[in-house]
């Protein structure tokens, strides 16, 4: 493809290569350092003036590092004279913090200020998957495609559990009521929703099932995962509730604090979380978790952006 350039942030170079072998395409040279005072230094490498720039950098790691490289990348070549710059995120970082709650008005709306940031920085048009809440697209005045794993985990599904066909799609709370539902649809199944009451951020106080699955499989379906306190309690729910089999299928797999050790802990068939966010390192220590690749996706909503082509063919299929 002519005009064209990828570039990788630091946070999830695997992902990157991918998507470029998948385009057929070189990743672009760029050096990223830190000076000894902790500042990021990046220098491109090679021209961009003229040039279609994809940036791929994921909120991961060390996300606020992760993002100022993001940030300083765009700017980089923005003001090299790269005719359009866009940032592929396949992981938004501060998407959670996306509305003042009720507990405390004072919260601020973070995903906002990030939206912001991007903007400034010179960014043209945003590539996104799984936004935690689809709204955050509006907090952005340019393009934002937001992408979805659902084809993904359909086929997922279909390959890998044989009795598909008698499952309940299952929310662990009510915020995903329409991710799972849509799910179960496409499936011709039944779902359900834990209903959740939190004390506070991260700890969940009580839980109750709405819905039915005894003697089913049942597969709780969440856009991230962080230290699984709800899915692991969702799972051990779900099994006193009559489930056979219990298996989560998560976007963004963040696995942060206890998350490895309750998994492997909990009543899980399998944990399937997709590659927005590298796991090399998590399934060394817990065989439970599997991979669903989803580069090429992203690598196709790329290629038809450049081309000037519509994505929402992606929102439905996997492309080959």
């Not at 359009?84 to 501060?94: D, Q, S």
């Not at 005045?141 to 066909?165: G, M, R, S, T």
């Not at 539902?181 to 834990?194: E, K, M």
Request: charge should be neutral; aromatic fraction near 4%; glycine fraction near 6%.
């Amino acid at each position: 493809m002519p005009n064209i350039k990828i570039f990788s942030g630091s946070s999830h170079p695997d992902l990157s290569q991918k998507i470029a072998d998948r385009l057929g395409l070189e990743l672009g040279k760029v050096v990223t350092k830190k000076f000894s005072n902790q500042e990021t230094c990046v220098e491109i490498g090679e021209s961009v003036r003229g040039e279609d720039v994809y940036i791929v950098q994921s909120g991961c790691g060390e996300i606020n590092d992760n993002l100022m490289e993001l940030l300083i990348m765009i700017n980089a070549c923005k003001i090299a004279s790269a005719s359009r710059v866009t940032a592929v995120i396949p992981c938004f970082p501060y998407a959670r913090q996306d509305k003042k709650d009720k507990v405390g008005s004072r919260a601020p709306i973070s995903a906002k200020l990030v939206a912001n940031m991007l903007s400034v920085s010179g960014a043209d048009h945003i590539i996104t998957m799984d936004l935690h809440a689809s709204q955050i697209q509006g907090f952005f005045d340019i393009p934002v495609d937001n992408l979805y794993a659902e084809p993904a985990v359909l086929k997922w599904i279909k390959e890998n559990i044989n009795e598909w066909k008698n499952c309940t799609i299952v929310s662990p709370d009510a915020g995903g009521a329409k991710r799972v539902t849509s799910i179960a649809d496409r499936l011709n199944v039944d779902f359900a929703l834990i209903h959740k009451e939190r004390k506070k951020a991260n700890e969940v106080d009580r839980m109750v099932l709405v819905g039915d699955v005894k003697d089913r499989v049942a597969i709780l379906v969440d856009d991230m995962a962080d230290t699984c306190g709800t899915i692991c309690h969702a799972a051990d729910k779900l099994v006193s509730a009559g489930a056979t089999k219990v298996y989560a299928i998560l976007t963004h797999g963040i696995f942060s604090g206890p998350a490895i050790s309750r998994i492997n802990n909990a009543n899980f068939e399998a944990v399937v979380v997709t590659n927005t966010i590298p796991q090399e390192d998590k399934i060394k220590h817990c065989n439970k978790i599997q991979v669903i690749d989803i580069s090429m996706i992203l690598a196709e909503a790329i290629r038809r952006t450049h081309n000037g082509e519509s994505v929402s063919y992606l929102f439905s299929h996997v492309p080959l």
